[in-house]
């Protein structure tokens, strides 16, 4: 257990729709990463926070947001869902900026 | 452009032997470079990680090798066991001395199969 908790585990819904990720990251760590893991494309780094503030961004679609939260939770918002969108999405705690602790995902799909 | 790359695409190894698993990065910033370790349904554990100023590095049966010149890095699993048989991902980032730029970028992993 890396102490990283995602919640929900599952998610099924329809195209069109929106729905939330949320991340709690190990205790004190600032740092917190978005990875979208998909088949075709492997582990592709999504978003980076950093005490409440965007660090980083990597081939994060327009349709989807973040933020981090005062007690350093994370949310992840994905909009008008496409069927590509369907794929595990992991979050990431760190406290050095370089170790990286992955949580157990939420795998996501949209029918 | 596929930044880091990972070979073979599969592996089968018997019981007891030594698994073997590649990666070459293009990107000379790289000054970070981790193996994480996939079982399914599950995230990515970190299994061992390495900086270009050491050649190798061992934790238990995991060992990591680096060519700097090369630009590559492997993993070596010694004695083998079923309960290693998993995906397993090497990534790089830079910025590993502040923390900056430190977004890992992935190769396309591994399934490693250990028969009995």
């Known amino acids: 257990d890396s102490g990283v908790t995602q919640t929900p585990k599952h998610l099924i819904t329809a195209t069109g729709q929106r729905v939330t990720l949320r991340c709690s990251p190990r205790s004190g760590d600032l740092s917190v990463y978005w990875y979208q893991q998909s088949l075709d494309q492997g582990l592709q780094f999504l978003i980076q926070y950093y005490n409440g503030e965007e660090r980083a961004k990597g081939n994060i679609l327009e349709r989807f947001s973040a933020q981090q939260f005062p007690d350093l939770h994370s949310e992840l918002n994905l909009s008008s869902l496409e069927l590509g969108d369907s794929a595990l999405y992991f979050c990431a705690s760190s406290i050095t900026g370089v170790e990286q602790f992955f949580g157990p995902g939420t795998r996501l799909t949209v029918l | 452009q596929q930044q880091v790359k990972q070979s073979p695409q599969s592996l089968i190894v018997q019981k007891g032997g030594i698994s073997i698993i590649n990666c070459a990065y293009e990107n000379t910033a790289f000054d970070y470079f981790p193996w994480y370790q996939q079982f399914p349904g599950k995230g990515p554990a970190l299994l061992i990680a390495i900086r270009p100023d050491v050649s190798e590095k061992k934790e238990g049966r995991f060992t990591i090798s680096f060519n700097k010149s090369a630009k590559q890095f492997s993993l070596h699993i010694m004695d083998s066991q079923p309960g290693d048989s998993a995906t397993y991902f090497c990534?790089?980032?830079?910025?590993?001395?502040?923390?900056?730029?430190?977004?890992?970028?992935f190769g396309k992993g591994i399934t490693l199969s250990v028969r009995p």
């Open positions: 990534a790089a980032s830079m910025g590993s001395y502040t923390g900056a730029n430190s977004k890992l970028t």
